[in-house]
Structure formats: C-alpha cells, structure tokens
C-alpha cells in the first residue's frame, strides 16, 4: 500500500486529470492525501465531488496557505502508508 500526496494551491483545473488517472488504476491499494493549501478557487467542492464517488480512498485536508513545503510535510505526517508518493 501506499500513499500519494499531492499538494495544491488554486490548481482545481488540473486536479480533474490527475484524478482520472489514479482511479483508472488496476490496483486501487492507495490513498491519495490531497493537501489543499488555502485555495479560495473550486478545489475544495471539486475533491468532495471526487470523494462523494467513492473510487479510491481520498483524504483532504484545507489549511491555511503556507507553501508548498508546509503542504508537503502536513501530507507525509498524515499519510497512513509507508512508502510515500508526491504527485504534482
């Protein structure tokens, strides 16, 4: 298992792709931790529609904007797997 963070800011328009992609995976033994740092465009109510689907295991998480760093380490430290997977 693993887990595929992917920090984002103001990025609602590309989510849709990568999304697409990691449900059209074979093997779905992933989470993918969406860290969303501070966005004010549609990625909140965008993530809860991919959730509300329920294909994969997504866990989200707002917060408020502190860099892309900040984003990252919130997604490792709250990731459940130990292999670690970052997608931009």
């Known amino acids: 298992m693993i887990s595929i963070v992917t920090a984002t800011y103001n990025r ?3 989510l849709p792709r990568l999304y697409q992609s990691l449900k059209s995976q074979e093997n779905k033994d992933f989470e993918w931790v ?3 740092d501070g966005s004010v465009d549609n990625t909140e109510s965008l993530i809860m529609e ?3 689907e329920n294909l994969i295991n997504i866990n989200y998480i707002k917060k408020n904007n502190g860099g892309k760093h900040t984003a990252l380490n919130m997604g490792i430290q709250i ?3 130990d292999y670690i ?4």
Do not use: E, R, W
């Not at 997977?85 to 931009?88: L, P």
């Open 34 to 36: 969406v860290i969303d």
């Open 79 to 81: 990731a459940k797997y």
């Open 85 to 88: 997977f970052f997608v931009d």
């Open 12 to 14: 609602a328009h590309l």
């Open 50 to 52: 991919f959730m509300g």
